[in-house]
């Protein structure tokens, strides 16, 4: 079997993953009107949470008693559907993201009980058992009706805030109604008109799906502004100070000391790492304003929108709230990477100096060990004359008694000539000695193995 053959379990599995559907199964569950409650929470620790959040969604589908049988779950998506003894339909859909996870929680009660309203899920005996992980990102109250949408007067008693905003999406029988402020439950509420005629169920869960969608990445995307607003005044802070240590390093460096290019590269050293520190946090919080900016305007032009008299358009609203906040966290951003390169510019000139000023040091050590040689090689040929000097001068006073008693015996007619004749022969052999020893002596040093490999044993 080949390597390709091997492979191909694994990549048939991975393509049949991608082209899965998890959420289609659930049309068949669903129908208007119905209430809906959505949850979404920002996890602190997602590779821990998220896995967590899985075991939340099994723990609420115990709760409610969910039969196996109407339970889907997957890693990161589940939803169970439980049916109560009059007719009304519990659907619990979970899902986990990257960064937050999601509760859908519909209410859709059977034909015969009245219509839904704002406000708690009236499934009998409902309650919400579990506390979720992380922070609340948002939460939503939509109720999805058929026919035409209310008058405005009667939404405006229904929903708090000042300004009512609706538009049609995907077609011109649905119709979406919202003031996004939140209730008296921290909710904010929806009205869904999905027309006449119902169509096709799954659509439902499209639109609350989008709606869902705009809502969180614009929330995510909002909730990042205070440490935005912290981190501006801190870059601000760091960026004058910056400037006024490169003003005053740029006018003293030339005839700065050693100690105080020291001092100067222990204090930018401490802001460098201030500065890392921040630009750590900063991208780890804001790096995916980009994509989640991208989700909300992608979202809002994939759901068609046109106006509807007497509203405001919704994208009015969320554009309005997120228009260049992206773009000023990355902003934001690049300022802080500017800041980081300045001090590491600095950094690198100081210790430019340093390294110059240790070079200088080092070259007059040098300079002055070579004059030291220098020195000590005259004095070495200055001993050495006067050693050839000693041994000639030796020399001649025992060739004297040599001579004077080589007289005395009538060998040698006169001993004072020859001393004084054997003079230079005493000299040349001096200086004959004193050559032959150092080469000598330089020879043995040359041929000395070093103390290393002498003392190692033969194998």
């Known amino acids: 079997m080949n390597q390709s053959e091997r492979s191909r379990p694994g990549t048939e599995t991975f393509l049949r993953k991608l082209h899965e ?7 068949k569950w669903l129908r208007a009107p119905a209430h809906v409650h959505y949850k979404a929470f920002r996890m602190s620790d997602p590779p821990t949470q998220r896995s967590a959040s899985r075991s939340e969604f099994q ?14 779950l997957r890693e990161n998506f589940g939803y169970g559907v439980k049916e109560s ?27 015969a009980n009245s219509a839904p309203t704002f406000g708690p ?24 009706t058929t026919g035409m949408l209310p008058a405005r007067s009667e939404l405006r008693g229904l929903m708090p805030g000042p300004v009512l905003y609706g538009s049609r999406i995907f077609n011109e029988q649905i119709g979406v109604v ?31 799906d989008a709606v869902v969608r705009i809502e969180t990445y614009y929330h995510l ?31 003293h460096i030339a005839h700065a000391d050693s100690q105080t290019l020291q001092r100067w590269l ?84 100081i210790r430019t100096r340093i390294d110059l000023i240790l070079e200088g040091q080092n070259l007059a050590l040098l300079q002055s060990v070579d004059k030291t040689t220098k020195s000590q090689v005259l004095l070495q040929h200055t001993v050495e004359g006067l050693s050839v000097i000693v041994i000639a001068y030796y020399l001649a006073g025992l060739s004297g008694y040599v001579f004077k008693g080589l007289q005395e015996m009538g060998w040698l007619k006169n001993a ?22 150092k080469k000598y002596l330089h020879k043995r040093l040359a041929g000395e193995p070093p103390m290393a490999k002498a003392d190692k044993p033969e194998p």
């Not at 723990?59 to 889907?72: D, R, W």
């Not at 979720?132 to 109720?143: A, H, Q």
């Open 178 to 208: 919202t003031s996004f402020t939140p209730d008296d439950q921290g909710r904010e509420r929806y009205w869904v008109s999905v027309g006449s005629s119902q169509g096709d169920p799954s659509r439902l869960k499209d639109i609350v």
């Open 266 to 349: 222990n204090t930018l050293t401490q802001d460098l790492l201030k500065t890392n520190r921040m630009a750590g946090t900063l991208h780890f919080e804001l790096s995916a304003s980009l994509p989640y900016d991208k989700i909300v305007h992608t979202t809002l032009a994939s759901v068609a929108e046109h106006p509807m008299d007497s509203y405001r358009p919704i994208s009015d609203y969320v554009l309005g709230g997120i228009t260049g906040v992206a773009e000023g966290y990355q902003q934001l951003l690049r300022r802080i990477d500017t800041l980081r390169g300045g001090f590491e510019g600095i950094i690198a000139i």
């Open 59 to 72: 723990s609420l589908l115990g709760h409610f008693k969910v039969p196996a049988e109407a339970t889907h």
């Open 121 to 144: 899920l009236t499934f009998p005996d409902y309650t919400f058992p579990v506390e979720p992980l992380g922070s609340v990102v948002c939460r939503l109250d939509i109720l999805l």
């Open 85 to 111: 003894e009059n007719g009304d339909r519990l659907i619990l859909i979970w899902q986990a993201h990257t960064e937050y996870y999601n509760y859908q929680l519909w209410h859709v009660p059977s034909q």
């Open 21 to 27: 559907r998890p959420h289609l199964p659930l049309g």
């Open 416 to 437: 004072n000539i020859a001393s004084a004749v054997f003079v230079p022969i005493a000299i040349g052999l001096a200086f004959g000695i004193t050559t032959f020893s």
């Open 221 to 251: 995307l909002l909730m990042q502004k205070p440490l935005f607003s912290a981190a501006i005044d801190q870059a601000y802070k760091f960026e004058q100070v910056h400037l006024k240590q490169r003003e005053i390093i740029t006018s």
